[in-house]
């Protein structure tokens, strides 16, 4: 108890150091091997064979940025559930073991040392709780990045609390049956410059598979075992967007939501929001969109969260509104009623939006201004969001995805002359 207060406020004291803005680097840095639209590199986990994977059909883009990754397409990994979890992400985490360890010390380097040795330790009393799915595959991350599991696992918590987001959910009143569509932009790096650089370079699809065959398909950063975006193809998407950012300045609000974090894991049965969603991606009874809002309104989460889920038939899409124990609230597609969209960002829906970070508007105007008619992956990802503030400074990926095809596609952001957010 004694050492948890005491820890509170080292935590209060380095908000400022954590969290400061960096200055901005004069120099946008693309990463190298830049990947042809529609030739993804494709690389395969531990054990799998290295067959040739064919991707989706690419959209993008005419976004005028002065960035050359912005649009490249995520690269695509494949895993095998079929493997031990402890190997599943060595192929992953050998590909992109030397940015994840930049990525790793640049947020090391903002935490004070004596803070980071108590939340390494207090990750540690953890341990028992986390599921074993969880333990192995972040020991098998450790094993190649010659890493602490400590470190891993806080890492892991780390990207949990902090991804700004717009998710968006729409119905196109195309082709007869509505044909939805989600779709998200995820902004990560709380105004972070180089941080944003960071996991741009570590972001990737990784598609998992069962017997040989695709079972569900994720965007997440080399390293974090979470999933924040997903779709099982021909059942379910879902999007994860952060709701910890409530108070009128929500930085400083980051340190003390990772040890509400830690401290709940540590204490009671609650549940990262995105390994919830991963198990619920690789639940072979979870098979349609309803089983999907029901598991996941239920579940006790250790934060709080907006999961934006979109299914394959008409009006299947809904916003949960969670808090930590319980299910605040639900908001759905509603057709006869005219709903054909809901966006969602970091804020609660029926609430007005900040000035300083008006998301929402913005896209809604976009979707508005496309219809329902016209609205297709391509427009999404133009009109929508590639509009600035929709797109921003800290946005790492855009994913477009329908569910009833089981088509995913992602693809990398970065507008360097977008708004900052903050
Ligand atoms: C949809 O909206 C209509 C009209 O407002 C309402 O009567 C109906 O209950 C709504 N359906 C659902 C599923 O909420």
New binding site residues.
């Given amino acids: 108890m004694r050492r948890s207060q005491h820890l509170h406020v080292a935590f209060l004291a380095s908000v400022f150091v954590f969290f400061a803005p960096e200055e901005t680097r004069g120099v946008v840095t693309g990463r190298s091997g830049k990947a042809t639209l529609g030739e993804r590199t494709t690389t395969t986990g531990a054990s799998s064979d290295a067959t040739a994977f064919a991707p989706p059909p690419s959209f993008p883009s005419t976004t005028s940025t002065s960035s050359v990754v912005d649009g490249t397409a995520l690269p695509l990994f494949r895993i095998n559930l079929d493997d031990p979890p402890r190997l599943r992400w060595e192929g992953v985490m050998r590909a992109n073991k030397a940015a994840v360890r930049e990525t790793m010390s640049d947020i090391f380097a903002k935490l004070p040392r004596e803070v980071h040795a108590e939340v390494d330790k207090l990750v540690l009393d953890a341990r028992g709780r986390l599921p074993s799915w969880v333990i192995e595959e972040l020991t098998g991350v450790a094993d190649v990045l010659d890493m602490s599991l400590a470190d891993v696992v806080l890492v892991n918590l780390f990207f949990e609390i902090t991804p700004f987001c717009t998710s968006i959910v729409a119905q196109s009143s195309e082709s007869g049956g509505g044909k939805l569509l989600h779709a998200r932009n995820l902004d990560f790096g709380f105004g972070v410059k180089r941080m944003s650089d960071d996991l741009r370079k570590i972001a990737i699809d990784v598609e998992f598979t069962r017997a040989g065959e695709r079972v569900y398909v994720m965007t997440t950063f080399a390293g974090y075992v979470g999933a924040a975006t997903g779709m099982r193809g021909g059942a379910f998407s879902i999007t994860a967007n952060e709701r910890e950012m409530t108070g009128p300045v929500p930085v400083p609000n980051l340190l003390k939501s990772l040890l509400n974090l830690v401290n709940a894991i540590r204490t009671t049965d609650v549940i990262p929001v995105t390994w919830a969603i991963r198990e619920v991606l690789e639940d072979e009874t979870a098979l349609t969109f309803e089983d999907a809002v029901g598991a996941l309104s239920t579940r006790h989460m250790a934060t709080q969260m907006y999961l934006t889920i979109a299914g394959v038939s008409f009006?299947e899409g809904v916003v949960l509104t969670l808090d930590r124990n319980k299910l605040l609230d639900t908001w759905?597609l509603?057709?006869?009623?005219g709903?054909w969209f809901l966006v969602q960002t970091n804020y609660d829906h029926w609430v007005r939006e900040p000035a300083w970070d008006n998301r929402k508007k913005p896209a809604e105007k976009a979707l508005r201004g496309v219809g329902s008619v016209a609205i297709t992956p391509s427009s999404m990802y133009e009109d929508v969001l590639s509009l600035d503030p929709v797109l921003n400074q800290l946005t790492i990926y855009t994913t477009v995805v329908i569910t009833a095809d089981g088509a995913y596609e992602s693809f990398v952001r970065e507008c360097v002359t977008c708004a900052p957010i903050f």
Avoid: G, I
Avoid at 334 to 337: I, K, V
């Fill in positions: 009006d759905r509603n057709s006869t009623a709903t």
